[in-house]
């Protein structure tokens, strides 16, 4: 199984960007969906998760900005993040709970993607 990222990149304070992650290979269902952020020197963080039913959860630093979603049907979940702030710099990555078989269970992660926010 891989998760590929996409949609990081420079983006200015005030600003939106748009994450994608996919999963692709030996699936047979993919329940949680989650996207983590690390910043240079610190632990890596849930940002937002959502079940496969689309119950979601946020960080309180990104609730009123960011919104997670999926689409069952391609296994991609999304995070739309708006009213970027400096703070929000970091490398973002992709963690999905994937059965590969209805008995086996595994954890991806994705590559990571950049997430600069400056002027």
């Known amino acids: 199984v891989q998760l590929v990222e996409s949609g990081g990149g420079l983006v200015q304070p005030g600003g939106s960007l748009r994450l994608s992650c996919a999963a692709s290979?030996?699936?047979?269902?993919?329940?949680?969906m989650a996207w983590y952020r690390q910043a240079p020197g610190s632990q890596r963080e849930l940002v937002a998760s959502?079940?496969?039913?689309?119950?979601?959860n946020y960080a309180d630093s990104v609730k009123g900005r960011f919104t997670i979603s999926r689409d069952n049907a391609k296994n991609t979940v999304y995070l739309q993040m708006n009213s970027l702030k400096p703070e929000d710099t970091a490398v973002y990555y992709c963690?999905?709970?994937?059965?590969?078989?209805?008995?086996?269970?595994?954890?991806?992660w994705g590559q990571g993607t950049q997430v600069t926010v400056s002027s």
């Open positions: 290979g030996s699936i047979f269902s993919v329940r949680d």
């Open positions: 959502i079940t496969a039913g689309g119950s979601t």
């Open positions: 963690n999905a709970n994937v059965l590969s078989t209805p008995w086996r269970r595994n954890v991806y």
